[in-house]
């Protein structure tokens, strides 16, 4: 394949971004193009994740091959827990819940169709919280599902603690409840937000919590008071994990490839930069240096050297100059056999569209040349035969140059 070269600022551009995404985030294969929903957090070598349709796959000790696994059911797992090595819970969509213990995969179902939560701490016992509000403690190995009264019919979509409290769960409309050591009521605290909250996590004896439109909430008292943190994104945040060796380091992610960094226990928060506009619903801290974020179309991206640095929120937006050329974001994402964008083209005119790797190489003109109406035209790039990476597409006209990353899976 004979390669061409960009223009000289466009390049210039690209190889930068290339230098800094290749030393940070890099792409691992699944074998699976399925929603991934969640990864454990955990201090073992090996690592789970779980997704739709029964999704579930373990990690080798680096994390770097990752094993597709039959649980034995197509529901939607949307929670992997392990309290102890071999001893594996993943549930929950429809109440079904499937337990490894010793290499044996058994049926825990929740008597309840609704979507479930899992969390625990405890060998043998877990908290699941419901779609609907409901709220069960699992005892002798998820053998025996006991209710609890939450309260409320609002979807609870987290939770942390011990099955017996303190714990917490989290939910729509800014919905925030505790159980007490030792009680079986969870009572609601006052979150001073009505945004969806989607996950918690604690950090030593301070608590976090992020949610829709970019929220991100801490509580130093237990729970009784929350205050907001600025995260430099309006994006739904969906996860939230702390590093297992410096509690200092906690990372968050979400919509639009968003992945958001702290170093201060929380206290201030900043963008790093995905190279994606894919939807995150999990991270794992693996350590102070090594994260993994995961999301749709069975993306999971890894980074051994802390993710890169903070990111302007600017530099998220597409590579442009200015002209009356605008690029879409990339669909879907991660992409296999093909990906499409849509043109917006404020004029006419003669237009060239270039797919270019992250070493700033042209590697295909997708067209050249081509009389386009100002108005929206729909561009396909067929992505079956690119190795699993990060690519740019990059339309250009006489005074206008739009660009767009997306990723390719396999």
């Known amino acids: 394949m004979k390669l061409c070269s960009p ?30 929903l969640a990864i454990q957090q955990t201090t073992s070598p090996e690592h789970w994740l779980t997704g739709r349709a029964g999704l579930v796959a373990r990690s080798n000790a680096d994390h770097t091959v990752w094993t597709l696994v039959d649980v034995g059911t197509s529901a939607d797992l949307f929670s992997v827990v392990e309290p102890a090595v071999s001893q594996v819970w993943v549930g929950a969509g429809g109440g079904v819940v499937r337990y490894l213990d010793n290499g044996v995969w058994a049926q825990r179902d929740i008597p309840d169709a609704q979507d479930f939560v899992l969390h625990t701490r405890v060998v043998g016992e877990a908290l699941a919280v419901g779609s609907q509000g409901a709220i069960y403690h699992g005892t002798d190995y998820g053998q025996t599902w006991t209710p609890e009264s939450s309260g409320t019919q609002a979807a609870l979509h987290g939770a942390t603690g011990v099955t017996t409290g303190p714990a917490w769960a989290v939910g729509d ?28 996590a604690e950090n030593l004896n301070l ?15 237990g729970g009784a008071s929350w205050s907001p943190r600025m995260s430099a994104t309006e994006a739904t945040l969906r996860a939230i994990s702390v590093s297992k060796n410096d509690f200092n380091v ?33 991270v794992e801290a693996v350590s102070t240096m090594e994260y993994l974020v ?16 903070c ?10 100059i200015p002209g009356g050329l605008r690029l879409s974001a990339p669909s879907p994402q991660p992409a296999t056999a093909r990906v ?8 006419d005119g003669s237009y060239a569209a270039s797919l270019i790797d992250m070493q700033g190489r042209v590697l295909r003109e ?15 790039v067929d992505t079956s035969e690119l190795p699993a990476g990060v690519y740019l597409l990059q339309v250009r006209t006489g005074d206008a140059s739009a660009a767009r990353r997306f990723v390719v899976l396999h």
């Open 250 to 282: 906690m990372v968050a992610v979400g919509d639009e490839g968003v992945i958001l960094k702290s170093v201060d226990r929380g206290e201030t928060w900043c963008r790093l930069s995905s190279m994606t506009t894919a939807r995150f619903n999990a």
């Open 173 to 200: 409309d800014g919905l925030i409840l505790k159980l007490e050591s030792g009680a079986t009521q969870w009572i609601p605290r006052v979150s001073g937000t009505t945004a969806d909250l989607l996950a918690i």
């Open 294 to 309: 995961a999301g749709e179309g069975g993306l999971l991206l890894r980074t051994t050297t802390g993710g890169g640095d």
């Open 207 to 221: 608590l976090f919590v992020v949610g829709q439109g970019g929220t991100i909430l801490r509580s130093a008292d």
């Open 340 to 347: 499409a964008f849509e043109l917006d083209l404020d004029r």
């Open 7 to 36: 223009s000289l600022p466009v390049l210039l551009v690209l190889l930068m971004a290339a230098a800094a995404f290749a030393q940070d985030w890099t792409p691992v294969p699944l074998g699976s193009v399925g929603d991934i």
């Open 366 to 380: 997708v067209f050249r040349g081509r009389s386009l109406a100002a108005g929206r035209h729909p561009l396909q």
């Open 311 to 320: 990111q302007d929120p600017l530099a998220a937006l597409p590579l442009a």
